[in-house]
């Protein structure tokens, strides 16, 4: 019969590798070695989101509030997640934290990606390019500036590439309308902006 002290350690063994994302191979044929393959993911610490808004001239907001966080992934080069838990689409982030690892073979990657923002009443998407290099890790997320007064919001995927410590925005950077009398739309659409060194702002 188990300790109640060896029951608590299984307990939190099964808490703590539950709320982590397990990765999922998005390639066929056998398993491969990550140094030949990408992987996209959703782990971005203080100092990766530091490195964010410095490089994108962006301020943090409220209680000390990074605009950058997880964005949901709804499909990689169209396969599309099998969790639904964020919109009936689904998704490759975990259900608990919102979490993902993706690994995929190298080269161009298309990206539908979920704006994960309480206040958007439907399912608004946006899909992006990336290429991805062999042997390494890219971070995908959301950078979410909020305008209360003028009662916008400025959405954009951002990406970042570890190995090189490279900032970008990826896709188009969107201005929407939180509420008005005639609905919820978006109305400004800025230019193309791409990946490149020192970011784009």
Known sequence: MKSAFQVSILLFSLFVTGCTATPIKL???S????????????SCDELCKASIEEELSLERYGFNVSPVSTVIV???NDIIGDNKHFNNTGS?????DGSFVLKTLPGDQRLLLHIDYWRTPHLFTELINLKAEKNNTYFVGQV???????????WSPVVVDVKKGVVGRLGKTVWYRLCSYQGWYRFVVSSLLSLKPGGDR
């Open 74 to 76: 709804v499909s990689l």
């Open 31 to 42: 398993d491969m070695l990550d140094q030949d393959l990408s992987i996209i993911e959703s």
């Open 144 to 154: 979410l500036n909020l305008k209360m007064l003028d009662e916008q919001f400025q």
């Open 92 to 96: 490759f982030n975990n259900s608990w």
């Open 27 to 29: 390639y066929e044929g």
